[in-house]
């Protein structure tokens, strides 16, 4: 039987693109002790610059769900372990039983706001540092008594350093996981990250793509960096 648990690295691919916010987003961080009329609801933020960030956890989630929901047989979504197998390949799978895990071949990064966002920000009137505040209401059916809640989200128009990693496990499957890393950014664009994303919140685009090849032996195989490259930017920006 091939062993799956452990391939070896052939090389790898650093991919890079910018990732806008086209709606204000919110990933919620720790509330607890927060002082008399703090937010209800803050974002996430970086504990050494304050400034907001998108956890790479949130985005593995999202995309990882997304990507299982279009390839689901029937109506309802399959447990995590009866995920594809071009889905596993990607992002992995936890140990079951007697069998091993297999670790994701993708490796996702905090998504950290771009230095010329972050300075444009700062020069703006805003509800917090770097962020505003979205007053709202739930209102209970039966008694018609609203439940106000104050919401900090990061501002349409803030820009992130989006960057994944790819461990070349296998020459042979390399291109058809970059097309289905391809379908997982398209599905991401036309749905939401964060909370709330019924109500607006945290559309996004991705600008600006670009790719690297690295081996040990300082190889780069150009033919495959501008494949790949091509078939990224078919998956940006899918609205406009």
């Not at 809640?149 to 020459?171: H, K, S």
């Amino acid at each position: 039987m091939e062993q799956r648990n452990q391939g070896a690295l052939k090389g790898k691919l650093d991919l890079h693109a910018t990732l806008r916010l086209e709606s204000g987003l919110h990933i919620g961080g720790a509330s607890d002790f927060a002082p008399i009329g703090a937010v209800d609801s803050p974002f996430i933020r970086d504990p050494l610059t304050k400034k907001p960030i998108i956890p790479g956890s949130s985005l593995k989630g999202k995309m990882r769900t997304l990507l299982a929901r279009s390839m689901v047989d029937g109506y309802v979504l399959n447990p995590i372990e009866n995920d594809a197998e071009e889905i596993v390949r990607l992002f992995g799978s936890a140990a079951k039983g007697g069998e091993g895990g297999r670790p994701s071949r993708l490796q996702f990064f905090d998504l950290r706001m771009t230095e010329e966002s972050a300075k444009h920000l700062e020069q703006l009137e805003l509800d917090t540092y770097i962020g505003e505040i979205k007053f709202e209401n739930s209102i209970n059916r039966l008694s018609a008594s609203a439940n106000p809640r104050q919401i900090e989200r990061v501002p349409a128009g803030a820009e992130f350093a989006f960057r994944l990693v790819y461990n070349i496990e296998r020459d042979d499957e390399c291109l058809t996981d970059m097309e289905t890393l391809r379908d997982g950014l398209a599905l991401l664009q036309m749905d939401y990250l964060g909370g709330h994303g019924s109500r607006g919140y945290g559309r996004i685009s991705l600008h600006d793509f670009r790719v690297d090849h690295f081996t040990l032996q300082g190889t780069k195989d150009a033919v495959l960096v501008e494949k790949i490259q091509t078939m990224m930017q078919a998956a940006l920006c899918p609205n406009e």
